[in-house]
DNA sequence: TAGATATATAGATGATTGTCGATGTAATTT
DNA sequence: AAATTACATCGACAATCATCTATATATCTA
């Protein structure tokens, strides 16, 4: 299980949600998730990296051909983190321990 | 609105989500953050306005002491988006244009 | 086996980030 | 008015990051 935060901060990249947003229902490989971009293939290399790092997306090549698909588990758990905060995020009390 | 990119990355640091934890359901002024922490005051207030500039809390003077709160229409956002994420997290099909 | 294709890795670079100590500012207290 | 308290801002610094070009690796094809 990946730190909450490590989670947040893959997705906290606009190359990469969008990377994510290509990928929601399919499996695609680099070369076309590549063809979704302007930066180059090294860079788009990387940030699957980072995702695959924080858990977020698994890899499996195919011949020549590495497919790329988002992890359930990993998007269930960052899911889960924030519908509690946004469940609780309406504050009620009042704290103030200082003086 | 705030950039979706925006408001992951400013949850992916891990004192600003202890941050948001700390304030789920409450309203604490910096001291009160601050003593949870053992990092310097600077650094909270850092942190604090990060948070602030993504949208996630807002600030209330009153008196000698600003008082934080999450705001929850941020987080409705971002539960929003990862929960079409989670539930679109399983690939069907499989893409490929590239040869 | 020699090229071609798909993807990863290495190394460099400029930008951003997390942290700190020092200082500024606003409000309160004495 | 002077000191105190709560918090923000400034400036510095090391670390991380996003990006690139160049190169390596793996697989397929001719």
Redesign the interface.
């Known amino acids: 299980m990946k ?12 190359v ?2 969008e990377i ?1 947003k290509l ?7 680099v ?2 998730i590549l ?1 979704a971009f302007k930066v180059s293939q090294p860079t788009i290399s990387h940030h699957l990296k980072a995702l695959k790092y924080a858990g977020l997306v698994n890899d499996q090549r195919e011949g020549k ?1 590495i ?1 790329y ?4 588990e990993a ?2 758990q ?2 889960a983190v ?5 469940a ?11 003086e």
Chains 1, 2 share one sequence.
Request: some cysteine.
């Open positions: 730190e909450q935060a490590e989670i947040f901060k893959a997705l906290g990249d606009p990469r949600l994510i990928l929601l229902g399919k499996e695609l490989c070369c076309d063809s051909w497919y698909s988002l992890a359930p998007f269930a960052a899911n924030l519908q509690e905060f946004a609780k995020s309406v504050a009620k009390e009042r704290g103030r321990t200082c």
